[in-house]
């Protein structure tokens, strides 16, 4: 009995509610040539899901020739920040529950039309897990592994790295700003474990099943859009 009742003592958990703020700084390095062989870049967008029907975008940019070889890959500068309120839980040993937060990298249609609902195609995933930063008050750089095809991979030699900020303040705070913040304030590399990546990740393919649009009157460069949701 007294070991029973110390084992749910240690389960034992609070919950806290959070406004985190998370700035999507940049995606680099990201092939310049497409399949059919033209050397332009895509039109790329990063959306954002957290729990079921809350989801957003980034503007959507071209990229321009990439620091790390520019002769072949492009950077996508986005500087695009949103919030989202969560119900963290913690544990009596101090671990967070994970509560993932997943960002996907959203080919646009060549011939989209300004205006207009254009369908994404989902090129690229990441997870991040915002218990990561429950204590991230100030602002915490990381850059982050895609998870995205072979035929990418191989056209720039390596993963491409989505580079992310993230900060944490109690609900009712006023939510943290990371404009400061920049690719370059990187503080760690996430890197992926081995899989196969020429295979949808879950994250995509969630993505590709429910027809995930946006409005593309968010394709003007000169035009950031913030949102937030709740879960």
Known sequence: MLKKLASRKDTVTTTRKVTYTIRVHALDPWPLT????SARGQSLAIGWARGHGKRG???????????ADGARAAKYTFEHEFTVECTMTVHRDGGVKTKGLELAV?????DATPGEHIESVPVGAVNVDLGVYLNAYDGV???YDVDTSEGVLRAVGRAP?????????ASGEVPATLRELSSASVVRDVSLSPQRRDEPTDVARDMQGTGYQWASSRFRPDEESNAAAQS
């Open 161 to 169: 790295k989505l580079y992310v900020s993230v900060a944490a303040r």
């Open 141 to 143: 750089s990381d850059g």
């Open 34 to 37: 497409l399949a059919n062989g």
């Open 106 to 110: 959203l080919a646009v249609p060549e």
């Open 57 to 67: 975008t980034t503007r959507v940019v071209r990229g321009a020739p990439s620091d």
